[in-house]
């Protein structure tokens, strides 16, 4: 299995606060990505990275942020939480264009 | 943009075979993959079709016809650990986001004894 950890697992905190996940990895790998998976929806690309300091919006970025200053680690950031913003969170990395390799996921409510 | 579709829940026999389809319109493509997710886990990836045709991994194979942007996921000899979710995916970047991933919304598969 891919090197992949994420912190916290579980997180619960409340409205208007600030919250940042971390992803952290062994693999070495130039893309990570950071998805959020809600009923109905699949998983959705938040943000990505395609090197350090290199990252860019994805599908749902409203309401997130990110950063990469070394290879290893993907921090997503929630920059004021609200309700509509919990869901179960999971970093991926990947290195080529055929496989993606997602971390454990975080569960995240914001009451 | 971009659309999946993918049939919500399947329910299939042990040791029978299933197949799941997944139907794309997408603005770019450059291949379609597959991933399992068992419940509480992590999604972990199945197989890859950039090209037309069927791609088989042991009891799973995966075929992709691009003109009609269509893709299934056949299991075969099915056994109680592939009650799963199972998602398609499109690979519809270029330039730095050339490895993303869009999702269908996942397919459930339960299988009865």
């Known amino acids: 299995d891919a090197g992949i950890t994420q912190s916290p697992r579980h997180k619960v905190t409340e409205t208007g606060t600030p919250v940042t996940l971390r992803c952290h990895q062994t693999?070495?790998?130039?893309?990570m990505y950071w998805y959020r998976q809600d009923p109905g929806h699949g998983l959705r690309l938040i943000h990505y990275?395609?090197?350090?300091?290199?990252?860019d919006k994805g599908e749902v970025s409203d309401g997130y942020s990110v950063s990469r200053s070394k290879t290893e680690d993907f921090l997503l950031t929630l920059e004021s939480a609200t309700s509509s913003q919990t869901s179960v969170y999971f970093c991926a990395i990947s290195e080529t264009v055929n496989e993606q390799f997602f971390g454990p996921g975080t569960r995240l409510t914001v009451l | 943009g971009q659309s999946l579709e993918q049939p919500s829940e399947v329910t299939a026999v042990e040791g029978a075979i299933v197949q799941i389809n997944c139907t794309y319109q997408t603005s770019g493509f450059y291949g379609l993959s597959w991933y399992q997710q068992h419940d509480g886990g992590a999604p972990t990836f199945l197989s890859y079709?950039?090209?037309?045709g069927l791609e088989e991994t042991g009891r799973f194979s995966s075929f992709l016809s691009r003109s009609d942007s269509y893709g299934y996921l056949l299991l075969q000899e099915l056994q109680m650990k592939d009650s799963a979710s199972y998602f398609c995916?499109?690979?519809?970047?270029?330039?730095?986001?050339?490895?993303?991933?869009?999702f269908g919304t996942g397919t459930r598969l339960t299988v009865i004894p």
């Open positions: 079709n950039a090209l037309d």
């Open positions: 990275s395609y090197g350090v300091k290199d990252t």
């Open positions: 995916a499109v690979r519809v970047g270029e330039g730095t986001g050339a490895n993303n991933l869009f």
């Open positions: 693999e070495n790998h130039r893309y």
